[in-house]
């Protein structure tokens, strides 16, 4: 169904080309010496899929010779002459009598040549893969083509990586910016040098991303690809020739790219033939805990620990600046408490396991794929330098994985990540649970036996004082989750094989659904079948837990229906939404699949759906209980002890708790559009933790793009949606800055028309204390800096043109890092402008709470 989609659409690509396009296309995919190639003509590979030629990149007038997806010229996967446009159109591209291809300029300069010889007569062709290629006519052999010199793009068949015979190396560059394709800022290359090959960021000569090292199956730090298996098919070899990566389209696939954008992000995308766009599979880095060495030597990252900065120190460390580290700069890292006990060919120390992490660096560790991960344990104690070790791939071993990755440098960059890997980390044995009573033989099995000798009266008191010491520890970091081994534990088993069925899009896996860090990519909604929504409770518990819906547990009244306070038989409080009876759809089936899409959201900065009712006439959602009701309460509050009660450092904990929000909710591949955010719908916990409600008026990104019943609440609606009905992840973006400049002014900007352009001017002046709440505790001086940025970023977010607007993405890394560079926001159009198109009854919406009527989307406000 999907071949034939795109198949559709290539026939009508060809359908609609321009008649003089058409001309060129009589060329096909081959020219050769005397045809040249003008900028008004193009090479279409055999299938159509792939056209070469003249292009101008975004808003530039300057000349490119590139290729791209002939469904999108915006999708341009080379590029010849990135560093020397040709001014006008007069560029040519020819073959030449040495054997190689010339890009002439208007002068008959040569702008580019592919430097290639040959003594008899050669022939380009663009051949299906997207890939140029010059030869010898008649002869197969190559003489050059254009993927063995890549752009910023990974087509399928491409590979990037070493070839130690030959000395070649590929990676990919990033473009300068999106209307200047000469090589920028960022590489993207493939580490050969280390243990393990990984696939890295550059930014000049700073790592900023890695993926992780290979696995044997996948990059360890992007379990992402698992979902999106049955599309595409790694290729990795590793041999003494050479060590590469690449990927193979499966038949029938979409058309799909990988692209190192200007800013420095990973993105794989895949054209969907239904909306006529790319939609992002992947995204990396995909949160703070991707930043490369985020959390400094020894450090570990936590992606749903915003509280703690993300960041802690592994076991048995300590950050080496304390004051650092409380300051949120975790870049020092941390120490070691107890020294390690190891030398004279005898040790105490132990492992301590870490489970589901991407494994830190490797550049520098030692691997051999020939032992197993037993061996590699008794070789790591052995060697006094060893500080970690690691299986080198998580094939076999029964489960447990094979090979041996040790590491005896700094252990940097690690994080937890779903479907990680296990480290084992050594530590002195003062820092290690004891094992459990039933084992001491096993672990004293993998000690070396001057070791178990060695054991005496003194080691029964050192025992019993790190038990005393673990109590403690334990007590005071009950959050963190370590397991424990003396002896190595299965890893858990990844139920993938290259051979076996691979998960399919729509049917996530359980483990998939373990961590709020991503979600599965879906094209299409969770079908009833395959979706495991939260549990249906019946009515009567329901009238139970309310007192029969009383008026006396009412806490919220809404253009779509009452929300009750509910106390279940457990003794826990719950926010029960019972929708307007003038909304219930015959059937439920739209009931249905909001819930369907709710249950498959989690996230610790989202209000958790937690059952839902659907009887006869009633539909009711139940909600976790958030106590301190909600932001607008505060920010906009009468009275100044409640907006005092927010004080700054709760308020950037709140922004950089709904930026994580709408992050997730725009994540990887599913693609949900909040689409009214605002202050009523941000929630508070106990702690002031913000969590995002109402995401049951989102609607899938790919469902469908432009619906014109769409909710939204004045002053928070981007400009191109009030305009155009032109809906994308940036209305999200848009909304996000407005309620961030809310949260720091304390000022609706729904009432105070002026709010964006005053924001900018006190950006721009370098005076937003004026722009600050009066009525919250004066900032101190680091606090103040942290919302000068902040500020900026809320700008850039409600910038005119969507954009100009960054990703969620990008504004959870700038606000959570002091020192990535914010682009200067430009002047923000005067507010009237998105209030006055906002008329009709059916949207306009005088008071914040109400919001206009659809009868697909559920609406209650908490408040
Ligand atoms: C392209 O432009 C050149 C010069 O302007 C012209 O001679 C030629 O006929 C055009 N080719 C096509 C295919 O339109
Ligand atoms: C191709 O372009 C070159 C350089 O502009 C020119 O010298 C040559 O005559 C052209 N050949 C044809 C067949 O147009
Ligand atoms: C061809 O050679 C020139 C001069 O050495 C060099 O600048 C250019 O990058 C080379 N082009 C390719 C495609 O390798
Ligand atoms: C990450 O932090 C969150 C919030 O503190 C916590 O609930 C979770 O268990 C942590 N994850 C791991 C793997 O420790
Ligand atoms: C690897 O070793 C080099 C040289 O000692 C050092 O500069 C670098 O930081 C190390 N890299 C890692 C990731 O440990
Ligand atoms: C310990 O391991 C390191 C790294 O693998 C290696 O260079 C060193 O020779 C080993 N030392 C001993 C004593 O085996």
């Known amino acids: 169904m999907e071949a034939t989609c795109s198949y559709l659409l290539l026939l009508s690509f060809f359908l609609l080309l321009p008649p003089r396009a058409f001309a060129a296309g009589a060329v096909a995919d081959t020219f050769s010496k005397g045809r040249n190639i003008t900028d008004n003509e193009t090479l279409v590979s055999a299938d159509g899929a792939f056209t070469m030629g003249f292009f101008s990149p975004g808003v530039s007038t ?29 560029g040519v591209l020819m073959v030449s009598d040495a054997g190689s291809l010339l890009l002439l300029d208007g002068s008959g300069q040569i702008v580019w040549s592919s430097n290639s010889t040959s ?65 920028g800022a ?16 550059w930014q000049g000569n700073a790592k900023t991303f890695r993926t992780g090292p290979w696995n044997g199956l996948w990059f360890s730090g992007i379990p992402e690809v698992l979902s999106y298996s049955s599309l595409i098919e790694y290729r990795m070899e590793i041999n003494s020739r050479q060590v590469t990566y690449g990927y193979i389209v499966k038949p029938g696939s979409a058309p799909t790219y990988v692209v190192l954008t200007d800013t420095g992000m990973v993105k794989r995308l895949v054209w969907d033939a239904k909306t006529q766009a790319w939609q992002t599979y992947y995204q990396g880095p995909r949160d703070v805990c991707d930043v490369y060495g985020k959390c400094g030597a020894f450090g570990l990252c936590n992606s749903s620990a915003a509280a703690t900065s ?32 190891c030398g004279g060919g005898r040790t105490t120390d132990g492992f301590l396991l870490l489970h589901a992490v991407k494994l830190p660096d490797t550049h520098n560790a030692t691997v051999d794929k020939s032992i197993t991960v037993d061996e590699c344990r008794a070789r790591c104690l052995a060697n006094c330098s060893c500080l970690a070790y690691a299986a080198a791939d998580i094939r076999g071993g029964g489960g447990g994985g094979s090979g041996c990755v040790m590491w005896t440098d700094d252990i940097v960059d690690l994080r937890y990540v779903d479907q990680g890997q296990d480290m084992y980390l050594r530590l002195a044995k003062i820092e290690l649970p004891l094992p459990p009573p039933s084992s001491p033989s096993s672990s004293s099995r993998q000690f070396p036996t001057a070791v178990v000798a060695g054991a005496s009266a003194a080691a029964v008191v050192a025992i019993l004082i790190a038990l005393l010491i673990l109590v403690v520890v334990r007590k005071r970091r009950r959050r963190r989750r370590y397991t424990i081994s003396a002896a190595p534990v299965p890893a858990p088993v990844v139920p993938y094989t290259e051979h076996q069925p691979s998960p399919t899009p729509s049917a996530p896996s359980a ?109 009711i959602l139940v909600y976790e209980y958030m106590k301190n009701k909600s932001l607008n309460i505060y920010i906009f509050g009468e009275d100044p002890r409640l907006r005092a009660l927010l004080n700054w450092e709760r308020r950037l904990q709140i922004i950089r708790g709904v930026a994580m929000g709408v992050s997730y909710l725009h994540g990887l591949c599913k693609e949900v559009i909040h689409r009214d955010l605002k202050p009523s ?46 809906l994308t992840l940036k209305c999200d973006v848009y909304s996000f800055g407005v309620i961030l400049l809310e949260i720091v002014s304390g000022q609706r900007n729904r009432t105070t028309p002026m709010l964006l352009s005053n924001a900018w001017e006190s950006w721009n002046q370098g005076t937003i204390n004026e722009l600050l709440d009066s009525d919250v505790a004066h900032p101190k001086p680091e606090l103040l800096f942290e919302l000068e940025r902040c500020v900026q970023i809320g700008l850039l977010c409600v910038q005119q043109s969507p954009d100009d607007r960054p990703t969620m993405a990008a504004v959870v890394t700038m606000l959570n890092s002091n020192i990535s560079p914010i682009p200067p926001p430009k002047r923000p159009v005067p507010d009237g402008r998105t209030e006055s198109p906002l008329r009709g009854a059916d949207r306009s919406s005088t008071q914040e709470g109400a919001s206009g009527t659809s009868r697909d989307s559920y609406t209650i406000y908490l408040t």
């Open 310 to 341: 993300f960041c802690s120190c592994l076991k048995g460390f300590s950050p080496a600046s304390p004051s650092a580290w409380n300051m949120k700069d975790t870049s020092g890292g941390c120490r070691r408490n107890v020294k390690l006990d």
């Open 119 to 183: 003594n008899s007569p050669v022939e380009a062709q663009l051949i299906n893969s997207g890939d140029l290629v010059l030869r010898n006519r008649g002869s197969t052999t190559m003489l050059w083509h254009s993927f063995d010199y890549p752009s910023n793009v990974l087509l399928s068949g491409m590979k990037v990586g070493n070839d130690f015979w030959s000395g070649a190396e590929w990676h990919l560059t990033s473009w300068r910016s999106a209307d200047d394709p000469s090589p």
């Open 681 to 726: 719908n941000i929630l508070l916990d106990d702690n002031w933790r913000p969590k995002i409600a109402d995401f049951g008026t989102t609607k899938q990104f790919v469902v469908d793009q432009t619906d014109p019943t769409l909710v939204q609440t004045a002053g928070y609606t981007a400009p191109e949606y009030i305009l155009e009905r032109y």
């Open 62 to 90: 300057k000349r490119y010779l590139g290729i791209w997806f002939s469904v999108s010229i915006d999708a341009v996967c080379w590029v010849a002459n990135r560093g020397r446009p040709v001014n006008d159109n007069s």
């Open 186 to 201: 960022y590489r993207r290359v493939l580490d050969t040098t280390g243990g393990l090959p990984d696939n890295v960021v």
């Open 511 to 619: 483990d998939h659904q373990l961590s709020p860090a991503w979600s599965v990519p879906s094209v299409e909604p969770p079908s009833p079948a395959s979706a495991r929504t939260v549990p249906c409770v019946k009515l009567s518990s329901l009238k139970e837990a309310t007192g029969n819906f009383s008026k006396s547990n009412i806490i919220g009244i809404g253009g779509f229906g009452i929300v009750y306070e509910g106390h279940l038989l457990d003794g826990r409080k719950v926010a029960v939404k019972r929708l307007h009876s003038s909304l219930i759809d015959e059937g439920g089936e739209t009931f249905m699949r909001e819930v369907e899409v709710m249950s498959t959201l989690k996230h610790d900065k989202l209000a958790q759906l937690l059952s839902y009712c659907h009887e006869g006439n009633e539909r």
